[in-house]
RNA sequence: GCCUGGGUAACUCAGCCUGGAUAGAGUGCCAGCCUUCUAAGCUGGAAGUCGCAGGUUCAAAUCCUGUCCCGGGCGCCA
């Protein structure tokens, strides 16, 4: 279409006898803000200079020109400087609603990465505490690029990396070691929760008695060891752990294909490692530390082994990329992992680039931290929102809602509330740029009205309501007239695919997330403006109302998100 | 100090990559709209030196340079 437009000016310039860059009225050529403006413009002012013309005059000359238009356009009309494309949007809107009832929820999705598997690595917790609201975000974001991906052709495997091990690991155990007094989960307290108390409660203590420290390290040395007793209390609480975060995932509605565990895979971590200083790759220090230069690079050292002897952070990641590929055969890998890990991530790849591990299309997808109004969240301090009690807490405040309006039975209600707290949860983490921090405020960020997941839910509801009363089966007499907020919401509908597109590219999901409140704000007025059922056009209506609900849906799934038939 | 992200309405954010038509939305505030398809909605209004200063351009929130302010990172932590 845009060629079909460029061909257009260049005919009309043609005969006009005007000098001029093909390029640069090819570039030219734009999509208008707004819909009233038409499909495709041309600024004139690139020609007033060889024209030496005002840019309004030469929009004249140039429509003059340019005489009847072809059937794929309506019009084409001047506007100051601006030559305004209109594209025969009634036809449009018919081919539209066609495809859309013959796709259905396929109608957005391309095969463009159909050559493509790609792993994406998500949340990958420490099972030293309970998941709080950053994980939730990082779940959110982990979960729709896997459908955004899919829905672009490529084949995802959702994967976790459970950091089961290491000095945190044992702060928790040593506390409960300590003080734990052979506590058990209760049905008041969830698994996960009591072994975070108790990580809270070490570092409580470390702050009275830092020599704990020492002690930790003492306990992390004892279980690279084997120790057995230490081993036992290891395997309870991380098991604890672990049971507490399948809960939350299925709550929040994520899976995983497959679960990797770093406790199976540092040990062979560190024998690529010490491989890597006989090859030379790494360097030992006297003391018996490993350490990777990366100076020349500007990224400084960075220390692989302890001098003990014992794995850092890094060492699981190693072995963990040549697994990834031996399990998979991947050709991409992302790391869905908050960006103050960039520079990790970077030194990572070097890492494996240097090493030769074959794990390709490696990707950090850095996103932005998840802040209080008073600051950072520290789990250390226990300042954290807890991912449990945040879904519970608006699942609760959804009741009140639903209950102000409408009686419904329990199971009903529970139902309804879980996918409406989810969605306002999900929507309130995606519609912000994936790469921003953003701000969560308890009293202002739970909000059901305005550009929430709650208003998309609400238009979806409404759609599938009408559709539900109506009597007429949408026959298509392609004779009708569509009106303006009909044309304006078929033209928005029109754009779903591409942004499909966008979001892929970018890979982020806050381009789906912002496209479905516009969408939807669209619906909405349209709703109001006209009636469907009785109305006189009541098929051609029912087949608009059906497109959309069809596109928001499909639009909210990209997202992880759930729609209610009603609400 | 070095690396990196941000600064757009009172608040939370789109727009910036790929420069164009009066800079958008939500919340909050003000004024309206429920005997009619769900008012978790819709309509209208007030509210902005797009951090600041230069530059490029017919045209800059958008590109370039400088500068100020805020966040994150630069651990033998994870």
Redesign the pocket.
């Known amino acids: 279409m845009r060629q079909l437009v460029f061909e257009i000016i260049k005919k009309a310039l043609k005969k006009m006898d005007v000098k001029f860059d093909e390029e640069k009225i090819k570039?030219?050529v734009?999509v208008?803000?707004?819909f009233s403006?038409?499909d495709y413009?041309f600024?004139c002012?690139?020609l007033?200079?060889e024209m030496k013309m005002p840019?309004h005059e030469i929009a004249i000359q140039i429509r003059e020109k340019i005489g009847n238009v072809p059937l794929e356009l309506s019009d084409v009309t001047t506007?100051?400087?601006?030559l305004?494309f209109f594209l025969n949007r009634n036809l449009l809107s018919y081919e539209l609603i066609k495809k859309i009832k013959k796709e259905k929820e396929n109608f957005g999705k391309n095969t463009d990465g159909k050559s493509e598997k790609t792993m994406i690595e998500f949340p990958s917790p420490?099972t030293n505490k309970p998941l709080h609201l950053g994980h939730l975000r990082n779940m959110a974001i982990g979960e729709s690029l896997s459908r955004i991906s899919e829905g672009n052709g490529e084949k995802v495997v959702r994967a976790n990396l459970n950091?089961d091990r290491?000095?945190?690991i044992c702060k928790s155990i040593l506390a409960y070691q300590k003080w734990g007094k052979g506590k058990t989960p209760t049905k008041k307290i969830k698994s996960d929760h009591l072994v975070g108390d108790f990580y809270v409660m070490y570092s409580k203590k470390e702050k009275e008695k830092p020599e704990l420290e020492n002690e930790a390290h003492l306990l992390l040395g004892k279980w690279e060891k084997g120790d057995k007793l230490t081993i036992e209390v290891w395997k309870k609480m991380n098991k604890w752990a672990l049971d507490g975060f399948e809960k939350t995932y299925k709550e929040f509605g994520i899976t995983h294909d497959k679960e990797y565990f770093e406790s199976n895979i540092y040990k062979k971590g560190k024998e690529i490692i010490l491989d890597g200083v006989k090859k030379g790759i790494f360097e030992q220090?006297p003391?018996g530390?490993v350490?990777f230069d990366l100076k020349k690079e500007?990224l400084?050292?960075?220390?692989l082994l302890?001098?003990?002897g014992t794995?850092?952070?890094a060492t699981q990641d190693i072995y963990l990329a040549y697994l990834k590929q031996k399990d998979f055969n991947l050709t991409k890998s992302y790391y869905v992992v908050g960006?103050?890990?960039?520079?990790?991530f970077n030194v990572l790849f070097k890492i494996l680039k240097n090493l030769n591990i074959p794990l390709k299309g490696l990707k950090h997808i850095s996103y932005?931290?998840v802040?209080l109004p008073d600051?950072?969240m520290k789990s250390r301090e226990g300042t954290v929102i807890d991912a449990d009690d945040l879904i519970e807490k608006v699942e609760e405040l959804?009741k009140k809602?639903?209950s102000k309006?409408e009686k419904i039975s329990r199971k009903e209600l529970e139902k309804?509330s879980h996918i409406?707290a989810l969605a306002a949860i999900k929507y309130m983490l995606l519609?912000?740029?994936i790469?921003?921090?953003?701000?969560f405020?308890p009293k202002?960020s739970i909000?059901?009205?305005?550009?929430?997941g709650?208003?998309l839910l609400?238009s979806y509801?409404?759609a599938?309501?009408?559709i539900k009363?109506?009597k007429k089966t949408g026959k298509i007499n392609s004779e009708e007239k569509l009106e303006e907020k009909e044309i304006e919401l078929m033209l928005k509908i029109k754009d779903f695919p591409g942004i499909v597109k966008?979001a892929y590219?970018?890979l982020d999901p806050?381009?789906v997330a912002?496209y479905s409140?516009e969408l939807s704000?669209i619906f909405?007025?349209f709703?109001?403006?006209?009636?469907?059922?009785?109305s006189k056009k009541e098929d051609l209506r029912i087949n608009i109302v059906n497109s959309f609900r069809q596109t928001l849906k499909n639009s909210l799934y990209l997202l992880g998100i759930d729609v209610?038939?009603?609400?």
């Open positions: 570039s030219s734009e208008p803000k707004d403006n038409g413009a600024p002012f690139v007033a200079p840019p506007a100051g400087p601006y305004n420490n950091n290491g000095i945190h220090t003391d530390a350490k500007g400084g050292e960075k220390y302890r001098s003990d794995s850092l952070y960006n103050e890990q960039e520079y990790y932005g931290m802040n600051g950072k959804v809602e639903i309006r309804r409406l519609k912000i740029n790469t921003k921090n953003m701000l405020n202002e909000s059901f009205e305005g550009n929430t709650p208003y609400y509801a409404r599938s309501s009408i009363k109506s966008k590219t970018e806050s381009v912002n409140y704000k909405n007025e709703y109001h403006s006209e009636d469907v059922i009785g209610l038939e009603k609400m």
